[in-house]
């Protein structure tokens, strides 16, 4: 307690807000973004109002900001006793629980004051129901309790999908639950490919991750099988719902490709740390590559462009 104490006093204000910024988690929110930017462009069909991708984009990352510092709250018996978190602000003794829920209230309130001002009441409402999902249902029922944690946790991170669709239109279509179901597929075979890296850590707090319970092969089979359903769903935006086209399709393939050929090694070779680690960090670039075909797609110079390409086609022929 004494080390505690000093730890907090000897911090300058520099580094008190530095140790509230680590709180939110920040390397996880830019990923959350570029999903919710991909489904405002879509549903906005590539002309989306600047001024309202500001405010959503800011009130997705005042929602994701308190729910990962309540998540730094709940988790802070096990941050201790894991090595790669047990410097976070609240097992270091830089931020007091208290401090760090009071901290959390205000994001959760900012955002949705944000968004239901400026937005709409519906995307207002989803960013904070994203917030009590992943406390209540992750961080507290889930991620201690089940190895489906991440599965049925990955609605969670699928939900800014459904916020940017509702922010520019009021309303939730089957393309905007469609782009909520490709993140949601994709978040297994992107976390256990991590899960796999850091399985030691997770057995010694007794966190029961998929790795820990099943083994390597039972993980890899289902990062096989989450990875080509994953595909196959991202194709569904061109046919049968049309709420993208040719260029977008062009992209997504080519990606996927490069996704399940990365999952394909990795179930050939489940003790390979290496090959899950290229996998984890080709599955980041693989969903903001995805959202930014999406927004590519959408562009109406890209519309314009496709369709002087077919008539030149039909022209020649």
Not at 13 to 37: C, D, E, G, H, M
Not at 38 to 54: E, F, H, K, N, T
Not at 262 to 268: C, G, T, V, Y
Request: proline share 4%; hydrophobic share 50%; glycine share 6%.
């Amino acid at each position: 307690m004494i080390e505690t104490n000093v730890s907090r006093q000897n911090q300058t204000f520099l580094q008190v807000i530095q140790s509230y910024y680590q709180l939110t988690k920040p390397r996880i929110i830019p990923l959350l973004l570029i999903t919710t930017a991909g489904s405002m462009w879509i549903a906005a069909q590539g002309q989306v109002d600047p001024l309202l991708l500001l405010v959503t984009l800011t009130g997705g990352t005042l929602a994701a900001a308190s729910a990962q510092t309540i998540n730094c709250i709940y988790d802070r018996d096990i941050d201790y006793d894991m090595e790669r978190t047990r410097h976070r602000p609240i097992p270091s003794g830089k931020i007091q629980p208290r401090d760090a829920l009071i901290f959390a209230i205000a994001l959760a309130v900012m955002s949705f004051t944000l968004l239901a001002v400026f937005a709409n009441l519906l995307a207002a409402s989803l960013a904070f129901s994203g917030i009590i999902f992943y406390v209540l249902v992750y961080t507290h029922w889930l991620k201690r309790h089940s190895t489906q944690n991440i599965v049925i946790g990955g609605a969670a991170g699928a939900i800014p999908a459904l916020v940017g669709w509702a922010a520019v239109t009021g309303t939730l279509s089957w393309a905007a639950w469609l782009i909520f179901a490709i993140v949601f597929l994709w978040t297994p075979p992107h976390f256990w490919a991590l899960a796999l890296m850091i399985r030691d850590d997770y057995a010694k707090v007794g966190i029961p991750m998929l790795p820990v319970v099943e083994g390597d092969m039972a993980t890899v089979k289902q990062i096989w099988y989450y990875t080509l359903v994953t595909v196959g769903t991202t194709i569904l935006l061109v046919y049968p719902l049309h709420a993208s086209g040719f260029v977008y399709a062009a992209i997504a393939l080519s990606l996927g490709g490069l996704f399940v050929h990365k999952s394909w090694r990795l179930l050939h070779s489940p003790e390979d740390r290496t090959v899950a680690r290229e996998l984890f960090l080709y599955s980041i670039s693989y969903m903001m590559l995805l959202c930014l075909g999406m927004v590519i797609d959408s562009l109406p110079i890209t519309h314009n462009l496709m369709t002087m390409i077919i008539t030149q086609l039909h022209f020649i022929s």
